[in-house]
């Protein structure tokens, strides 16, 4: 059966996650429910990450199957089209070899967060990102951030509810920079745990208040225990901006 790549972008704002549920709407559903309209199929979307509800993404990719070839652009355009007005849009589509998985051939997962830290409210950015309005200190929290690169156990930055067999993950890249009143946290790993990305954004925020310090970050990295976590940050702020294969 022939294979495409799918590379999606999507506000998360109106969605309860990626997934599909039999109550709330999700990105899954929407996909699912437009390439129905399109192909006549109950096709099956299968992502790379389960993204929460309110996390958006640029670079989202996901794999399907059809029982018939179709152009590449068609798949796009066709089903961007029976996806309105939902915020969901195909960027890019193109067929690819059976074994290609979307979620299992991954070999890296990048993520940006965006902290506005300015005393005015969000206008054009609400939903969009963080807003803190206390003055926060990008560099000590990106000095405090390479305490946590590397293979650790991340339980404390794992969440009550998440399912993967160990919480051991290799974090690859966690850089905090300031761009004017925009603070973002990149991030990268080939998988990570259940909000471990925005369990360490909301600890780094402590850090850049000066709540904490680098050694108060890694002593509740090497506590192991999610009471020693910080807050968590909202999810408005998260975006999955790319999938290495």
Not at 236 to 239: E, I, K, P, Q, V
């Given at each position: 059966m022939p294979r495409y790549k799918l590379t999606i972008e999507y506000d998360g704002t109106p969605f309860a996650g990626w997934q599909r549920q039999e109550v709330h709407l999700s990105v899954q559903q929407v996909l699912?429910?437009?390439l129905f309209g399109v192909t006549g199929e109950r096709l099956i979307v299968r992502g790379?990450?389960?993204t929460d509800s309110g996390v958006h993404?640029?670079?989202q990719v996901a794999h399907i199957e059809t029982s018939r070839v179709w152009r590449s652009d068609t798949i796009r355009d066709a089903v961007n089209a029976h996806m309105r007005p939902h915020p969901v849009a195909i960027v890019r589509a193109e067929e690819v070899g059976d074994d290609f998985d979307a979620r299992h051939s991954?070999?890296?997962r990048h993520y940006l967060y965006r902290i506005i830290n300015r005393r005015a409210p969000l206008t054009l950015e609400a939903g969009r990102a963080w807003l803190v309005k206390r003055r926060l200190d990008a560099q000590a929290m990106d000095t405090?951030?390479?305490?946590?690169l590397?293979?650790?156990d991340f339980s404390t930055f794992r969440d009550s509810e998440c399912q993967a067999e160990?919480?051991?993950?290799?974090l690859d890249q966690l850089d905090v920079t300031r761009v004017g009143d925009e603070i973002h946290i990149r991030c990268s790993a080939r998988s990570f745990l259940h909000r471990q990305v925005r369990s360490m954004v909301g600890s780094l925020e402590y850090v850049g208040a000066g709540k904490w310090t680098a050694d108060d970050l890694q002593a509740a990295l090497e506590a192991k225990d999610r009471r020693r976590c910080g807050m968590v940050a909202p999810a408005?702020?998260?975006?999955l901006v790319q999938v290495d294969y």
């Open positions: 699912e429910d437009a790379a990450g389960r993404a640029t670079g991954a070999v890296k405090a951030a390479k305490r946590l590397g293979k650790h160990s919480a051991l993950r290799t408005d702020g998260l975006y």
